[in-house]
């Protein structure tokens, strides 16, 4: 098939995308526009809007954007081509004419689909007659109730060689073969390759089955037995449930990724119908990127024994270089002995849902798995959990990413192994840097640091009040903080002699009364690593480092001040524009606010040894 351009762009041209996307969005107009709730992420407030004129949709509040087609292969699930054709039917356009060897594999595979169809309402009648009576009483122990049954489709596959083979014989041993229902050994006639088995249809994106997953009735091995991979199916690109679960994944706004059949069937039943399952494999990269295409962060629940804790870790691994902002993932780990059905069955959707709130980032489990592993009785085993960090962060191509993940975990490892000391000349420059730049950067964090240091040591607090309550937070939020603080440290003449524990407990009840948010404990992957965040800081060091701090933040405050008021002398003996071209021509230059400010005092001189020889 030959798609050209000029044929796709006539297409886009002909359908209505506002008509198209209506048809499950409710748009409203809004000027030359409609607008309306995204249905790729969850919202209340419509920031998803379709512009007929230009032919594309776009979300201002998860970045979706695309055409028509884009719209029926992201949002319905179709192959490219399928989509097409859906839209030039609609648009009264003829498809180009496919060539021999492609409307050949379009035939055959149109020819496969309907014998999984076939093949699923044949075990589906088997789950129902005198023969399923064991798969009927495994379900009934399993507690799948008979339209929980109906609705995934489930049936029976029965112990015998050629049953199957017998029922579809239409189609011939070829088809079936090569659709996966038969297995051909050579020089032996094809047979049923499932027999004594619970039957699971699975599908595609489209609800069209594609394959099976088998569960053995009684004892055997395996377990489960899946469909090769075939024309239809690909095991490495196909998750469990897709289908039923992206109308459930639009509305609630998160997917949930569980180990088996099962535990999506037991999920569904109790009412969480947005979990889907990889097929008894680890998660692969396709897999990943299309959990990706429905939510930033995907929900994985994992078993509670070993091997669910190596499943998480492989995807955690798999997941490192695929990795972008905005994009990662969340890890659940179920109660020992138990998986997702045990679960729910046991304490119900509500006991479920309380597991979910105690989900783990991505860069939290990469931590507790290294250092679960390492060897850190000894400088050697320390030095080589710091490599096998660093190494972890990068894994992730991303620079601005890589870094963010290597703070975090070098702080983890830094909080632990050994704080790094505060150096007053490095904090000046941190500081320098943040005051070149608008928005919560590196000064921010510094005056965040002093506030929960400041919490931890009381007496501190009391001893600085003057200093503190002139400092310059920049920041509503951190203002109100200060506030608070150094109210506490009012009220409270014995503040000062109070222990950390007892004046952080004190501080935060104080607080807890205000419209202050409740300090929360320190955010590896935003605060900076000082020693008067750790517990097992020497608490003399701690101190000193929190005070160094203060007189850095301080002087830099000064510093600033005399910089302005600099400025505005220096501006008194000259005319703007004179101004405004020589700070344009020696800003560019200027490599830290330390060097301006010099250069500034420099002109200021020259200004007034020129204005002493003209007199």
């Not at 991505?362 to 490599?387: N, V």
């Not at 109100?480 to 009840?509: C, F, G, M, T, Y």
Request: charged share 30%; proline share 4%; glycine share 6%.
């Amino acid at each position: 098939m030959s798609l050209t351009p000029q044929f796709l762009d006539e297409l886009r041209a002909r359908t209505s995308l506002s008509a198209l996307i209506g048809k499950t969005v409710k748009l409203q107009k809004a000027g030359r526009e409609y607008k309306g709730c995204c249905p790729f992420h969850n919202e209340k407030t419509p920031s998803f809007y379709v512009n007929d004129d230009k032919g594309f949709y776009h979300c201002f509040g998860c970045s979706a954007h695309g055409d028509a087609i884009r719209w029926m292969t992201d949002q319905r699930g179709l192959p490219f081509i399928d989509a097409v054709k859906e839209l030039a039917q609609a648009a009264g356009l003829e498809v180009p004419a496919q060539d021999r060897r492609a409307a050949q594999k379009a035939e055959r595979a149109k020819g496969l689909h309907d014998a999984m169809a076939d093949a699923a309402a044949w075990f589906s009648e088997q789950l129902g007659g005198l023969s399923g009576g064991d798969a009927r009483e495994l379900l009934t122990r399993r507690r799948v109730t008979p339209e929980t049954a109906r609705a995934f489709g489930l049936g029976f596959a029965p112990d015998s060689r050629g049953k199957l083979k017998a029922a579809l014989k239409d189609y011939g041993d070829p088809a079936l073969i090569e659709c996966g229902l038969l297995i051909k050994v050579e020089g032996k006639d094809p047979y049923d390759r499932f027999r004594g088995r619970l039957m699971i249809p699975i599908r595609d994106a489209r609800g069209r089955v594609i394959a099976f997953g088998g569960r053995i009735i009684g004892e055997g091995e395996p377990k489960y037995l899946n469909s090769p991979d075939t024309p239809l199916f690909d095991k490495g690109r196909t998750l469990y449930n897709l289908d039923r679960a992206a109308p459930a994944v639009r509305k609630s706004g998160r997917v949930l990724v569980v180990e088996g059949y099962m535990d999506v069937i037991a999920l569904a039943q109790a009412g969480i119908a947005e979990a889907v399952a990889p097929l008894g494999t680890a998660l692969t990269e396709n897999q990943l990127e299309r959990l990706w295409r429905m939510v930033d962060v995907p929900t994985l629940c994992f078993d509670g024994d070993a091997a669910g804790q190596k499943a998480a870790i492989r995807a955690a691994h798999r997941a490192l270089p695929l990795l972008q902002p905005g994009k990662s993932l969340s890890f659940v780990t179920l109660p020992q002995g138990q998986d997702p059905d045990d679960l729910v069955q046991e304490k119900g959707a509500a006991g479920f849902e309380a597991v979910l709130t105690r989900a783990t980032p991505l860069s939290d489990l990469l931590w507790q798995a290294e250092i679960a592993q390492a060897q850190t009785d000894t400088p050697e085993g320390r030095a080589a959990l710091k490599q096998r960090l660093e190494e972890l962060a990068q894994q992730i191509p991303h620079k601005d990413l890589a870094y963010e993940y290597k703070r975090a975990l070098m702080s983890r490892y830094f909080d632990v192994f050994g704080i790094r000391r505060v150096n007053a000349a490095a904090v000046h420059q941190a500081v320098a840097e943040a005051n070149r730049h608008v928005g919560r950067g590196v000064e921010y964090s510094l005056k965040r640091a002093v506030l929960l240091g400041l919490m931890r040591y009381p007496h501190v607090l009391c001893r600085y009040m003057d200093e503190i309550s002139r400092l310059d937070m920049g920041d509503r939020y951190l203002n109100d903080w200060r506030h608070h603080l150094l109210d506490a440290a009012v009220n409270d003449p014995h503040l000062s002699r109070k222990d950390a524990a007892e004046a952080e407990s004190l501080i935060e009840q104080i607080m807890a009364t205000t419209d202050v948010h409740p300090i929360d404990a320190r955010d590896y992957t935003r605060d900076l690593a000082f020693s008067f965040f750790s517990k097992m800081s020497d608490p003399a060091i701690a101190v000193r480092d929190l005070e160094k701090v203060i007189e850095v933040m301080l002087e830099e405050s000064e510093t600033r001040a005399n910089r302005e008021r600099a400025v505005e002398a220096f501006r008194a003996d000259m005319t703007e524009d004179r101004f405004a071209e020589q700070t344009r021509c020696h800003a560019a230059h200027a490599q830290s606010l330390d060097q301006l400010y010099r250069w500034l005092e420099a002109a200021r001189d020259l200004a007034d040894k020129q204005a002493g020889e003209a007199a």
